[in-house]
């Protein structure tokens, strides 16, 4: 079992930075991999971001890569995700995963409750 509880969220003006938190407990968070998510209002969960357990390899989704940066400490079983030049399209709830699994694809079985991303224009 696996719980994830997300922070650092707020509201930014455009062309800003956020680094969101994502806290892990359980024995097992070592050995999932670790991915960001965002639902805007009135769309549709999407993928942003993953990193695998081992930290070897990471995935992001074409609209954030070169902006958004994802990472992990093992040892304080946290993950981040860095987030640069932020855009309004940016703005959505986003939520940290685990999963076995390292895809792009929703269906993580693990998930936070999600942290508000506000950018103003």
């Known amino acids: 079992q696996v719980q994830l509880v997300e922070s650092g969220g707020g509201l930014v003006q455009a062309g800003g930075s956020l680094r969101l938190t994502c806290a892990a407990s359980g024995r097992t968070f070592s050995t999932h991999h670790m991915g960001w998510f965002r639902q805007a209002p009135g769309k549709e969960r999407e993928f942003v971001a993953a990193i695998t357990w081992s930290r070897t390899g990471t995935i992001y989704a074409d609209s954030v890569e070169g902006r958004f940066t994802i990472s992990r400490d093992s040892a304080k079983n946290t993950g981040y995700l860095q987030m640069n030049s932020l855009k309004p399209e940016d703005t959505a709830v986003y939520y940290c995963?685990?999963?076995?699994?390292?895809?792009?694809?929703?269906?993580?079985?693990?998930w936070g409750q999600g942290t508000q991303v506000t950018v103003s224009s």
């Open positions: 995963a685990a999963h076995t699994m390292f895809t792009k694809a929703t269906t993580w079985r693990y």
